[in-house]
């Protein structure tokens, strides 16, 4: 018998993530149906560039990830946590816009992961020290695509946490953390463990 839990984990689901950023918000959508079924929904990123003012970027952040969340739909959001830096004033910048982000989304009740960059990097190539190309080329491989642009590695990293929040919500050990995760496992699968 199927446990309730993996059921949900299971069932088809489709998943926006976003690698925030102030000049480029990198964000993918992907279709999940079972644990190794991962179809490219979209790709792309939101360019800030344009825009002089910080609070015009948070305000352009916002409203496209609005639209991202009405156009596709997506059951949750992947969202990569802010990493600690030197410069403090680029941290806080960064962190802004991960929160009118996530602030977009939960708007719209679309529930929120969050994942540390080496979590994500870890989980799509293995090592948690992989830079932005190795991520899209084992993307590349995961989801069948020939290719994507160069500029589109901001877009990847989105994609990379869209992809990690799959992995983690189709793991065997999904839900379950420290020491107590094994004993937990064993305890809720006595029909997989052979003694």
């Given at each position: ?5 993996t059921e ?15 000049n480029?918000l ?15 929904v ?8 344009k ?5 015009l ?29 030197k ?19 939960l ?10 960059p080496?979590?994500i ?19 590349k ?5 020939k290719?994507f642009?160069?500029?589109?590695l901001?877009?990847t990293?989105?994609?990379?946490a869209?992809v990690c ?9 999904a839900?379950?953390?420290g020491?107590?995760g094994?004993?937990?496992f ?10």
């Open positions: 018998m199927v446990k309730k839990d949900i984990s299971l069932r088809e689901k489709i998943i926006l993530g976003i690698d925030p950023g102030t480029i990198g964000y993918g959508v992907i279709k999940t149906s079972g644990k190794n079924n991962i179809e490219l979209v790709l792309g990123v939101i360019d800030l560039k825009y002089g003012d910080h609070y970027k948070l305000k352009a952040i916002y409203e496209r990830v609005q639209q991202l969340v009405t156009e596709y739909l997506p059951d949750e959001m992947a969202i990569e946590a802010p990493f600690f830096g410069n403090v004033q680029s941290m806080l910048k960064l962190g802004r816009a991960q929160g009118v982000a996530m602030a977009a989304a708007s719209r009740d679309v529930p929120i992961f969050e994942y540390a080496r979590k990097k870890q989980a799509i190539t293995g090592q948690g020290e992989a830079s932005k190309e190795q991520v899209a080329a084992m993307l491989s995961i989801l069948g695509v290719d642009e160069q500029k589109y901001d877009a990293d989105g994609l990379a869209a929040h799959h992995y983690q919500q189709t793991s065997p050990l839900g379950l953390s020491s107590k094994w004993d937990a064993i305890k809720n699968n006595p029909d997989r463990i052979k003694g």
